[in-house]
């Protein structure tokens, strides 16, 4: 059962576009949002994240949307760059708990 | 401050054989937890160690277990090794789990089974 669904699988944007990737999850016990980054032959790096009680979060290019009763969340990257080229995850985990319910990723791809 | 230290970055082993992966967290992080990343599987998480104690654990077969020492560092066994067992195993580290649920990862260990 994947909690977490994450689309789309892969994404092509030109250099200077909206990237968008967005996830929905089933548990609402789920109160944790963070957005992973990766590169090839690395390992995740946290990138932003969010809790319910706010509707946006935003981080220099990268924005979080969140809308707590759709049960589903994005990630938006502004003026997107040819480095910002990696794979993208979204996860989801419970207070107190460090256990993350990651989505299969989204492989961005920025054209220069 | 040091990142998350795994060791070995590469394993090659051969069906029916055990391996033993060791992660290094963050100083002054207490939980551990433990991810294998497949192509078709994404990352699904293994089990994580707080304390010493394994706190929570995924649905992987009993040929996966971990364990954490005193000094928070934590190695994770897999036996009786399979074909399907070759993926990248991550180690991720936070400070107590709690509120405050940032997990920070390792490189990871590139596990090939022949």
């Known amino acids: 059962q994947q909690q977490v669904k994450q689309s789309p699988q892969s994404l092509i944007v030109q250099k200077g576009g909206i990237s968008i990737i967005n996830c929905a999850y089933e548990n609402t016990a789920f109160d944790y949002f963070p957005w992973y980054q990766q590169f090839p032959g690395k390992g995740p790096a946290l990138l932003i994240a969010i809790r319910p009680d706010v509707s946006e979060k935003k981080e220099g290019r990268f924005t979080i949307s969140f809308n707590k009763s759709a049960k589903q969340f994005s990630l938006h990257i502004m003026d997107s760059q040819p480095g910002d080229s990696a794979t993208y995850f979204c996860a989801a985990s419970y207070s107190g708990y460090s256990t993350l319910t990651f989505g299969k990723g989204t492989m961005l791809l920025v054209s220069p | 401050k040091a990142g998350v230290t795994q060791t070995p970055r590469y394993l090659i082993k051969t069906r029916g054989q055990q391996v033993t992966l060791s992660c290094s967290p963050i100083?002054?992080?207490?939980?551990v937890s433990w991810y294998q990343q497949t192509p078709g599987q994404g990352l699904q998480f293994l089990f994580e160690?707080?304390?010493?104690?394994?706190?929570n654990k995924g649905n992987f077969p009993g040929r996966f277990s971990g364990r954490q020492f005193s000094n928070s560092r934590s190695e994770m066994n897999v036996s009786t090794l399979e074909l399907g067992d070759s993926a990248l195993y991550l180690c991720?580290?936070?400070?107590?789990?709690?509120?405050?649920?940032?997990?920070?990862f390792g490189q990871g260990t590139r596990l090939t089974v022949v």
């Open positions: 100083s002054g992080h207490r939980s």
């Open positions: 160690y707080f304390s010493e104690t394994q706190r």
């Open positions: 991720a580290s936070s400070s107590t789990g709690g509120l405050n649920t940032e997990a920070f």
